[in-house]
């Protein structure tokens, strides 16, 4: 199906949202996915012209909402280029790390980019008021590069969520939060029973295949592990 491109703004260092119509019927589950393909590439691309990525809005929210970093790529460099108002192809939304309704506790796990879905299942879980509980812990090099931080440190004042930054490379001294690279320690700090959670993980393949099994070594059984890996990042 066909739909708009909107909105284009840089929400933090190298990171852009783009938001786009959301299609006449279209329904998706926080956590879900879809491919944009654009009309034509202005940058060569050996990958072309298409891509997948999560929505960053939540369901309820009005618009298609996409957040991705900037890397050089020939698809990316094009995105940026584009005129507001041009058609873009897509399809889905489709699959994704969507919530499993059995859980009443959540710890979200974020590397960069890979905050995306927990945009969405964040003010999902706000919007529906269903008591769940969940803790976000959120991975970036630097303040100046962690998307929707702001947004984050609002809802940290509702009591079903617990926000826990961490910037390993933060230059500013005036920065008193986590420093610490997200992993058993970091999350032992936070939270004192892992049997209770259901786990959920998305960033670069690296730390998703990293943070998957020191959660196993620990104690957590697959079952309660879910993820998504980001192709295509370090
Ligand atoms: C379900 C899903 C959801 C996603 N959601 C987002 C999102 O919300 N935001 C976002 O920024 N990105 C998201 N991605 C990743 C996105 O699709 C792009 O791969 C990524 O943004 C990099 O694109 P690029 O054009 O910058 O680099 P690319 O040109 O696509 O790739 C850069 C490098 O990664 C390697 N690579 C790419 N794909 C693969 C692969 N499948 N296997 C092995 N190596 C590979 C390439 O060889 C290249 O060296 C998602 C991916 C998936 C699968």
């Given at each position: 199906m066909k739909t708009l491109l909107l909105n284009k703004k840089?929400?933090?260092?190298?990171t852009w949202e783009f938001t786009l119509a959301k299609p006449a019927d279209a329904v998706h589950q926080a956590g879900q996915h879809i491919t944009v393909k654009l009309p034509r590439l202005l940058h060569e691309d050996p990958k072309g012209p298409q891509r997948t990525f999560t929505l960053?809005?939540?369901?309820?929210?009005?618009d298609w909402l996409l957040a991705t970093r900037m890397t050089g790529s020939g698809f990316k460099k094009t995105l940026l280029d584009l005129s507001l108002n041009t058609e873009v192809e897509v399809s889905g939304p489709m699959g994704g790390l969507v919530r499993d309704e059995r859980s009443a506790a959540l710890v979200f796990l974020a590397g960069g980019i890979g905050i995306t879905p927990f945009r969405s299942m964040v003010l999902d879980l706000h919007h529906k008021v269903l008591g769940v509980k969940v803790h976000l812990f959120y991975a970036n090099r630097s303040l100046d590069s962690a998307a929707y931080h702001n947004l984050f440190t609002g809802l940290?004042?509702?009591?079903?969520f617990t926000y826990i930054p961490t910037l390993?490379?933060?230059?500013?001294?005036?920065?008193?939060g986590e420093r610490r690279i997200l992993g058993m320690e970091l999350i032992h700090a936070h939270l004192?029973?892992?049997?209770a959670h259901a786990f959920y993980l998305c960033g670069p393949p690296g730390l998703v295949t990293d943070l998957t099994s020191r959660l196993q070594t620990a104690?957590?059984?697959?079952?309660?592990i879910f993820s998504e890996s980001f192709w295509g990042y370090p």
């Open positions: 840089e929400i933090c260092r190298g960053a809005s939540a369901p309820h929210e009005a940290a004042e509702q009591p079903f390993n490379d933060e230059p500013d001294a005036a920065w008193h004192t029973e892992l049997d104690g957590v059984n697959k079952e309660r």
